[in-house]
């Protein structure tokens, strides 16, 4: 049974999109409609039909993808609380780096319109910012993050460059962001750390690192435009694993977290220690529920990104 003080709602990052995405929802539920069909209108072109249809390389562009994901978590934000009762109120949010911008709207925080302005304006400059900074993104599989820190220690000290840890997704699982060099030496030596598997993601963008420092003064400029309340949910926050409880708080951690790791392992952890067992992922995929077995072996995780998804909530609720 699903107790609000024991759960949380989390919110999927880029990666979780696929051609597909969201459209079971559309099709079942006026509400995701009607939230994919506002979408459409204040963007100016049909998010819907290239979530739905694709093709695919349209879709995984960052300044694509990104509004897709948050769209989609709000969908199946406003199916569930039409299915279970806008009554139930989870006792926190979060979202995985751009899923914690779906997490601050959900948290009350950030309203749909805003957001997906400050969503399309984030991908939009994560998506320039490559063309002066090349970068990219790895996995590194099987290791703790400390040793995966000596991994980008050491590369760095042999050829300079920028690589940093990005995401401390779970525990054996970590992804590094850098200039191109730097990541394929640390490719090429991961195994030499003990590494089961070193693999490069399919991104060209060197996102939580410093190669994302030249677009955070414009983000902050778009920050600053967009309105924002204190959360009436609490939300924890990607680079401290802290409670974000005020709009000064979340100014500064949307900012940050463009430069900043995200650290999900913590995050988790800081939520199980408030008393947290039970975790509703909103939007797409199931990333953060297979993640969470990783972290915290006790916890339920529940999927919620389509019909099926829905009735099975619905079962447990």
């Known amino acids: 049974m699903l107790v609000p003080d024991s759960t949380a709602f989390v919110f999927p990052g880029q990666g979780s999109q696929y051609v597909g995405m969201g459209a079971g929802l559309y099709a ?3 509400a995701a409609r009607q939230t994919f069909e506002e ?5 100016g072109f049909n998010l819907s039909n290239i979530c739905f249809n694709g093709p695919e390389p349209v879709l995984t562009e960052t300044s694509m993808a990104q509004p897709a994901l948050y769209v989609c978590g709000i969908a199946a934000l406003r199916v569930f609380n039409d299915e279970i009762g806008d009554s139930f109120t989870p006792r926190f949010t979060a979202g995985h780096s751009l899923g914690e911008l779906t997490a601050l709207t959900a948290s009350g925080a950030l309203d749909f319109a805003d957001g997906l302005g400050l969503v399309r304006k984030r991908g939009e400059l994560m998506r320039d910012a490559d063309v002066l900074n090349p970068g990219g993104m790895a996995a590194i599989l099987g290791i703790p993050i400390e040793q995966v820190e000596q991994l980008c220690d050491q590369v760095l000290q042999e050829i300079g ?5 990005a995401n401390d997704n779970c ?3 970590t ?3 850098g200039d ?7 490719v090429d030596r991961a195994k030499d750390y003990g590494a089961k598997r070193a693999v490069l993601l399919p991104v060209s963008i060197g996102a939580h690192s ?5 677009i955070q003064d414009e983000f902050r400029d778009a920050l600053a435009s967009t309105q924002f309340r204190n959360p009436a949910i609490t939300l924890i926050g990607n680079t401290t694993a802290q409670p974000l409880n005020s709009v000064e708080a979340i100014q500064a951690e949307l900012a940050n977290q463009l430069t900043s790791r995200v650290r999900w392992t913590e995050s988790i952890q800081a939520l199980q220690e408030a008393g947290i067992s039970t975790y509703v992922e909103l939007g797409s995929r199931d990333v953060l529920t ?3 077995k990783r972290i915290d072996r006790s916890a339920t995780g529940y999927r919620v990104d389509s019909p099926d998804g829905i009735r099975a909530i619905l079962a447990v609720a």
């Not at 979408?39 to 963007?43: E, G, H, Q, S, Y």
């Open 28 to 30: 079942a539920y006026t």
């Open 161 to 165: 460059g920028i690589l940093v840890i």
């Open 210 to 214: 410093p190669l994302m420092a030249h």
């Open 290 to 292: 297979g993640l969470l």
């Open 171 to 173: 525990p054996g699982q």
């Open 39 to 43: 979408a459409n209108d204040r963007l």
């Open 180 to 186: 191109n060099a730097s990541l394929r030496m640390a």
């Open 175 to 177: 992804v590094i962001s």
